[in-house]
């Protein structure tokens, strides 16, 4: 009896042991084997080894924030503002785009996949608002983050009625990795406000209903400013 109370201990501190190793052993897993594809991280990093410009805008972002209300007061400053330039993902033509080919517009860019059932209710909201508010100084860009090919995805499109939306993909989750590291990224979906000069300005997680008069406002202050 006295055997087994003293071996009992210490079967314990093994076991335990054991499971520490298999968790440590699959974080590293988690964090080392990434899918890579067309946005390899240096070219998806957003991380500036210099001052980019957006710092000095920390002011007009929480300006932003504040005039984000109602269907839409969940956006959140950026703080301090960063550059977003680099993010890469597929344009409708299937070819690498990066957020600076859209510099002089004020782009709210949102990241969805089919499977997100808040996407889904989400999807119209986003076509009615790039059809009303779209052109010369404002796009929506909604990409596509399943990691499967792009059939699916232009289904789901077409079943929610999102015919005015430009078609956007990222097939290896690069981009949504990219802005899980930054803190930005918590689930799908995830929008995000970037002013002309590529800044981030405001983001938030979750679904909005972007076709409202409140967010309509917010876009016209910002695609304003």
């Not at 009992?8 to 590293?28: D, E, K, N, Q, S």
């Not at 299937?94 to 859209?102: H, I, Q, T, Y």
């Not at 009615?128 to 990409?143: D, N, R």
Request: one cysteine or more; a neutral charge; hydrophobic letters at 45%.
């Amino acid at each position: 009896m006295s055997d087994g109370t003293k071996s009992w201990p210490a079967a314990r501190i093994v076991a335990t042991l054991i499971a520490l190793c298999i968790v440590v052993a699959g974080f590293a897993l988690y964090v080392t084997e990434r899918p890579s594809g067309n946005n390899p991280a240096e070219t998806v990093s957003t991380k500036a080894s210099a001052p980019d410009g957006c710092a000095v805008k920390a002011d007009k972002a929480k300006k932003l924030a504040a005039a984000a209300t109602g269907s839409v007061a969940a956006m959140s400053a950026s703080g301090p503002p960063v550059s977003l330039a680099g993010l890469s993902f597929n344009g409708p033509d299937g070819k690498p785009l990066k957020l600076a080919d859209f510099k002089g517009k004020t782009v709210l860019m949102n990241l969805w996949a089919t499977w997100c059932a808040p996407c889904r209710a989400e999807m119209p909201e986003l076509d009615a608002l790039q059809k009303e508010k779209g052109g010369s100084g404002f796009q929506v860009v909604a990409v596509n983050a399943d990691t499967g090919g792009d059939d699916k995805p232009k289904k789901f499109l077409a079943e929610t009625g999102a015919t005015t939306l430009a078609y956007y993909s990222d097939h290896t989750m690069a981009l949504f990795n990219e802005l899980k590291d930054r803190g930005l990224a918590l689930g799908l979906p995830v929008t995000l406000l970037i002013d002309k000069d590529g800044c981030l300005m405001t983001h938030m997680n979750g679904p909005a209903a972007w076709a409202s008069t409140e967010a309509k406002s917010f876009i016209d202050t910002a695609a304003g400013g």
